[in-house]
């Protein structure tokens, strides 16, 4: 990282970026792992939806919104995708090894 990188705002964009994309990683991992009542999934997208959204936009730099803005799209809770639970499920699946790979991804500094 350059000194531009550790300015206050990025330190605590960062946080907020690792507290939304570790709650939605647990929350994609309950989905994967469980049934659950409808409600957990519809707050499962209102996650989803404002981590990505999110990421999206803290990680322009890092070409994030490539992946994440799909994802916002997929995971959109005001027009939501009626999907098969076999779809969902696959779909919870990348969507929780993206938001891992790109959390460490773009919080990481390069080594140079």
């Given at each position: ?34 049934r659950h009542p ?5 707050l499962l997208r ?44 696959f779909i919870d ?20």
């Open positions: 990282m350059n000194d531009s990188d550790q300015t206050p705002s990025h330190v605590v964009g960062g946080g907020v970026l690792l507290f939304l994309n570790a709650v939605t990683a647990l929350m994609l991992l309950g989905a994967c792992t469980g409808y409600s957990y999934y519809t209102w996650t989803c939806f404002a981590a990505f959204v999110y990421t999206s936009v803290w990680g322009l730099r890092k070409k994030a919104t490539i992946v994440f803005a799909p994802l916002a799209v997929i995971f959109n809770p005001l027009l939501p995708l009626r999907l098969t639970r076999g779809t969902w499920g699946a990348v969507a929780l090894a993206l938001t891992i790979g790109f959390t460490a991804y773009l919080l990481i500094p390069a080594k140079r």
